[in-house]
């Protein structure tokens, strides 16, 4: 006789695979991780909006190095530069418990309210460059909308190596294979490159900013919920 398997001891089904683990991040609260990073980047938009028209305080024009001279302007990295919009979706869209999309979103309005308060105390511009854009689509757009102000760091550069670091941490968690971690970090690169050679920033905006992403990225993985407490997460 077989005594039965007392329920406390019966295997928990789960995710088998790096694919099936990703499948069920990406399903999980797929809603309320859509709508809530719409209304997040809306409301970070608002307060950008607003200090880069109406700065409290005068503004630094932040100085070219060699590098800057080195790096032409190159119209086609426009893509690269907006899919920042869709990168930035991808790490809290990966989050697998509501309490770990909600401390994501925590940290993540730290960085943006720390650059905004930055960009209060201390508002910066890139020098004036004469580069005829008027035969480039998009980009008489990009600088009446996303003017050469708010520069340093650049939240575009912290926001995406933020976001990298992020989706670093899950695709190596999922032992996910190793390409889609380098395409990770090449997108990364390529968003980060281009906020030069579309000449929305200057070297030290994208070293100031990444050094800033980092400030709160790396922290975050360590302070963050542990699977010991994803009370409405299944075993991997």
Known sequence: MHSPI???MAPIAGPRTWTADIGLRIRRHFLLKAV?????TWLFF???FHLLRNPAFPVTVMPLTALDHLIPFQPYTLVAYLSLWVYV???PGLQLSFRELVVYGLWIGALCISGLSLF??????IPPLAIDVSGFPGFAMLQGVDAAGNACPSMHVAVAIFT???IEHVLREARTPALLRVLNWAWFAAIAYSTLAVKQHVVLDVLAGALHGMA???PSLRWRPDRRFRGDAPAI
Do not use: C, D, N
């Open 36 to 40: 809530g990073t719409t209304v997040f």
């Open 6 to 8: 007392p329920l406390h």
């Open 46 to 48: 608002i307060g950008y």
């Open 89 to 91: 979706g991808i790490a």
């Open 216 to 218: 709160f990225a790396l």
């Open 120 to 125: 209060y105390f201390w508002p910066t511009q």
């Open 164 to 166: 990298a670091i992020r």
